[in-house]
């Protein structure tokens, strides 16, 4: 099926950005909390214990929680969930506040927001990224993509330095209402702009007996078995973060053993990263990429490889290559990451977005901790370096094989056996 077919006005883009800009702020105040919030935690308990179970209570609700919350939205009124998952964030972030100005926080209650936080996020992307696709050409969509991934740059480098200055002049609680206002700023379009459901939730409310949720996600894994080529690129997606994530907590290790270096050169490393990420995002949303997105997808998992090996290839004594390989690295990310999500909001079908959109997303979360396990040991035995090599090498042989498997480069042209009856505005 083609959403392009889709009756999508010609004032998409007015009626799409309002809506993304307004989480755009919210993105950036949630990132603005996240970063307090460590810092509070760190600077209460020094432990890195309480760090690690703050990272845990961020992470389970996507692995456990998000393939029910995409059955879910694939059930429910999206413009409805993103307004709930916002409020519910923001009143939640307003409770802290309030426990941050009388002096009675206590560490459990910043794990309890982070997973309320965690289980709205569940709910939110799969909502966002599944109304995408319907309010969007299809031809624009992977330039949509591109400035989602730059968005992300901006977050992971402005947030940190920002994060700091603020709280250099405000309390937490400063920090949280900020988040409360952004919020806000979220939720405000969404009020008043419709966005299009499809088909399946209108039929949901005409029916007495809905189908349970597990069933719900059967269908979904069922249906991303029968498009040829879609499973063998979720895979790769997902074995692609086994190999990288570990990269990133492997850094500061990189820094200090083999390049001696220190917090200044650490810092560095991260920022190049982030302006690789909004360098590689803007191209993306002013080129659109290839004809073939897969194509663009494959050479910027080629460019990820070079990246990584560059890093873990840089002698000590030549720590700007190490500098010059995470730039590549981050601008490639978007390149790889931005066509290939607009292949999937392409081609699933409208009321399977938010399942497959969650199942990814908990797959993709569920595999780092897995790849951090044993990158750790690996890199005890051998070295921490040779962690970044092989990542790199497989990383290019993996891209390089795709090109010769045509189930995989002919992906979009899977067309639905029957056409879907198109969305309503909600």
């Excluded at 962690?387 to 795709?402: D, E, P, S, V």
Aim: charged content about 10%; some cysteine; overall charge positive.
């Amino acid at each position: 099926m083609q959403n392009s077919s889709q009756p999508i006005s010609f004032s998409w883009a007015t009626r799409f950005f309002t809506i993304w800009t307004g989480q755009a702020f919210s993105l950036f105040g949630s990132a603005l909390v996240q970063f307090s919030l460590i810092w509070w935690l760190t600077q209460k308990s020094g432990s890195a214990t309480v760090l690690a179970i703050a990272t845990l209570v961020g992470m389970l609700p996507q692995i456990v929680i998000g393939p029910f919350a995409g059955a879910l939205v694939d059930r429910w009124n999206r413009r409805i969930i993103m307004i709930l998952a916002d409020g519910t964030i923001a009143a939640f972030s307003l409770l802290l506040a309030y426990l941050f100005a009388t002096g009675t926080v206590q560490i459990w209650q910043i794990y309890a927001v982070m997973m309320v936080r965690a289980i709205g996020g569940a709910f939110h992307f799969p909502a966002m990224s599944a109304s995408t696709p319907l309010m969007v050409p299809k031809e624009q969509l992977t330039r949509v993509n591109g400035l989602n991934q730059a968005l992300q740059g901006v977050n992971s480098l402005v947030a940190p330095p920002v994060g700091a200055l603020l709280l250099s002049i405000l309390p937490t609680q400063g920090i949280l209402l900020i988040d409360v206002g952004t919020a806000a700023l979220a939720i405000l379009p969404l009020l008043f702009i419709p966005i299009p459901q499809p088909q399946r939730y209108e039929e949901f409310q005409q029916q007495k007996v809905k189908p349970g949720l597990v069933q719900d996600i059967r269908d979904a894994l069922a249906y991303i078995r029968s498009i040829p080529g879609f499973t063998a690129i979720i895979f790769m997606a997902l074995f692609l973060n086994f190999l990288l994530v570990p990269t990133g907590a492997l850094t500061p290790l990189l820094i200090t053993k083999h390049f001696g270096k220190g917090a200044i050169e650490l810092g560095l490393m991260e920022s190049s990263m982030g302006f690789g990420i909004i360098a590689g995002g803007v191209l993306l949303s002013i080129w659109g990429g290839f004809k073939k997105k897969i194509v663009t997808t494959v050479i910027g998992i080629i460019g990820l490889g070079l990246g990584v090996m560059l890093v873990g290839l840089a002698p000590a004594n030549l720590f700007a290559l190490a500098i010059a390989g995470n730039i590549i690295l981050g601008f490639m990310l978007p390149i790889a990451n931005g066509p290939v999500g607009a292949l999937m909001q392409s081609i699933v079908r409208p009321d399977m977005q938010g399942r497959v959109m969650s199942l990814l997303n908990s797959g993709a979360t569920a595999i780092s901790p897995l790849g951090l396990l044993i990158a750790g040991p690996f890199s005890d035995w051998l070295g921490i370096r040779v962690w970044f090599w092989a990542g790199g090498i497989l990383c290019i042989m993996i891209a390089g094989a795709a090109f010769f498997v045509p189930i995989i480069m002919n992906v979009e042209n899977y067309k639905e056996p029957t056409q879907v009856p198109a969305p309503e505005a909600i």
